[in-house]
């Protein structure tokens, strides 16, 4: 039988705090989190590897690095709501639990929104909302967010995203340019969002996310 909580302690000893990722609220959420609960079931072997886990349909789940580095990037604290858009079966939303004050986790596959509500009633993350609906929309009704999160690659950010920021607030983005990447955090002042490199960080595009193919006559 495998020991997935021994397998969680080696992805945090080895991947997480290797990338200077040491900040408690990350460490203990990671360590608390079961991730092989929340992949599809033919992929649980894959959950710890330092890789992006395919969930279908051109959608990952973020691999542990790439996502504990995002939330030290975004300096989470527990006074905040955060969004998190592409929450998939719910793990990224479960862990940003841990260590913000509520969460809204929008997810626009059907088929997984069931399955991410049963999935984070059974693990006890009460303070997160699991909204139904278009990723590119964002869920401004319970918004304006202290955070937004993006689990997959951006190669244009939606109209109306921004909007959903409060002012002093925190957004980060994959930033995809063919297979390059570049993880990017964005600071809403005065109602625009100034940009900084965070650190270097692929996934694939999110359908919606993607740039507008151009054609010449």
Aim: charged share 25%; proline share 4%; glycine share 8%.
């Amino acid at each position: 039988m495998t020991d997935f909580a021994t397998r969680r302690r080696m992805m945090v000893d080895t991947q997480v705090r290797p990338s200077d990722v040491t900040e408690f609220p990350i460490i203990d959420a990671m360590l608390s989190v079961p991730r092989e609960a929340f992949v599809p079931s033919d992929r649980i072997e894959a959950a710890y590897a330092s890789e992006h886990v395919d969930l279908g349909e051109g959608r990952v789940l973020l691999d542990p690095r790439v996502f504990a580095k995002i939330l030290d990037a975004l300096n989470l604290t527990n006074a905040d709501l955060v969004l998190d858009i592409g929450a998939g079966y719910g793990y990224s939303s479960a862990v940003i639990a841990h260590i913000a004050e509520a969460v809204v986790a929008l997810e626009e596959d059907e088929s997984l929104v069931d399955e991410a509500q049963a999935l984070l009633t059974e693990h006890h993350a009460d303070n997160v909302v699991l909204q139904p609906g278009a990723l590119t929309e964002g869920a401004a009704e319970h918004g304006p967010y202290d955070a937004i999160v993006i689990e997959g690659g951006v190669e244009v950010l939606p109209e109306g995203l921004e909007a959903q920021l409060k002012d002093g607030g925190r957004i980060a983005v994959i930033s995809m340019e063919n297979a390059l990447g570049t993880v990017k955090i964005g600071h809403k002042l005065d109602g625009h969002i100034n940009w900084r490199f965070a650190f270097n960080g692929t996934a694939p595009v999110i359908q919606g996310f993607e740039k507008k193919a151009e054609f010449a006559l």
